[in-house]
């Protein structure tokens, strides 16, 4: 069992940055490729950005490329997302996720654990 835990959600203006953290529980993080994905109201939850185990293989959405970066500390069992540039259209509840293996996935189904969401707002 994997439990997971978001911070670093807020308010910020729009051009500003955030990073997001998820701490991991159990003795499996390194094993568990991450995934970062958002909801916005009244839109489906989507993929964001992925990383495999050894943090040498990411994915990220097209509307995010360039401005959020994903990264892991797997000695601090952390996932990381670094967002730059932000948009008021990146206004949402930001999700952790891990999966029972070590390739990454830019699909919510394929994940297995899920953190309780952190809100994060873009506004003047």
């Given at each position: 069992q994997v439990q997971l835990i978001e911070s670093g959600g807020g308010l910020v203006q729009p051009g500003g940055s955030l990073t997001l953290s998820c701490a991991a529980s159990g003795r499996t993080f390194s094993s568990n490729a991450m995934g970062w994905f958002r909801q916005a109201p009244g839109k489906e939850r989507e993929f964001v950005a992925s990383i495999n185990w050894s943090g040498?293989?990411?994915?990220?959405?097209?509307?995010?490329?360039?401005?959020?970066?994903?990264?892991?500390?797997?000695?601090?069992?952390?996932?990381?997302?670094?967002?730059?540039?932000?948009?008021?259209?990146?206004?949402?509840?930001?999700?952790?996720?891990?999966?029972?293996?070590?390739?990454?996935?830019?699909?919510?189904?394929?994940?297995?654990?899920?953190?309780?969401?952190?809100?994060?707002?873009?506004?003047?």
């Amino acid at each position: 069992q994997v439990q997971l835990i978001e911070s670093g959600g807020g308010l910020v203006q729009p051009g500003g940055s955030l990073t997001l953290s998820c701490a991991a529980s159990g003795r499996t993080f390194s094993s568990n490729a991450m995934g970062w994905f958002r909801q916005a109201p009244g839109k489906e939850r989507e993929f964001v950005a992925s990383i495999n185990w050894s943090g040498l293989t990411t994915y990220s959405h097209d509307s995010v490329k360039g401005r959020f970066t994903i990264s892991r500390d797997n000695a601090k069992n952390t996932v990381y997302l670094q967002m730059n540039a932000l948009k008021p259209e990146d206004t949402a509840v930001y999700y952790c996720a891990a999966r029972n293996t070590i390739a990454a996935s830019t699909t919510a189904g394929r994940y297995d654990y899920w953190g309780q969401g952190t809100q994060v707002t873009v506004s003047s």
